[in-house]
């Protein structure tokens, strides 16, 4: 049956446990403190923008773009100063979460071969780059 089911989106079970994941995530990061002192002063916004970014990721409905645009996830993230360190961190919370959320060893191997890159590409500590808060803006 499981294998009937095309986005990985539908085989971990959907918007609701997406959504789970992402709050344990962010409960670890709010624990660590070196991890938490690169995000802003409230993680509301980070909050609700990860769950809409990663159903759209995880093949769901376009939900971050109909607001935001193309997400452009590099550029977005160049006024927080993230490196080496920061990305493994990331990952190692964002597997942890899918663990204690059920989702299964198989689908995580493919979502972190996608994830894994895609989160050391957001590394820009040495770089000499815009660091002023984008906000809410839509990009094309
Ligand atoms: C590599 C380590 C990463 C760190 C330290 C990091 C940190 C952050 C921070 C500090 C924000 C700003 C939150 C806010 O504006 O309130 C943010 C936003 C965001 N991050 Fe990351 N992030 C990382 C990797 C990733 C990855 C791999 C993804 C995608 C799977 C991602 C998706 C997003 C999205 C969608 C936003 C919202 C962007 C916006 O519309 O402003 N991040 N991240």
């Known amino acids: 049956m499981d294998e009937l089911v095309a986005n990985p989106i539908d085989r971990i079970g959907g918007r609701a446990v997406v959504e789970a994941i992402v709050d344990d ?18 993680l ?4 609700r ?17 109909d607001l935001y645009g193309h997400p452009r996830l590099r550029r977005r993230h ?4 993230i490196d080496e360190l920061a990305a493994g961190r990331w990952l190692r919370y964002m597997r942890e979460a899918m663990t204690v959320q059920g989702v299964s060893a198989e689908e995580q191997a493919a979502i972190f071969k996608g994830l894994g ?7 820009n500590a040495n770089e000499d780059i815009p660091r002023e808060p984008l906000g809410d803006i839509r990009m094309v």
């Open 25 to 42: 995530f962010y409960a670890r990061v709010a624990a660590d403190a070196v991890q938490r002192a690169i995000y802003p002063e409230s």
């Open 44 to 47: 509301e916004p980070g909050i």
């Open 49 to 65: 923008k990860l769950k809409l970014f990663l159903v759209q990721w995880l093949g769901g409905e376009p939900l971050y773009s």
């Open 78 to 81: 160049f006024p927080f100063v």
């Open 117 to 123: 890159p895609l989160a050391h590409h957001m590394v």
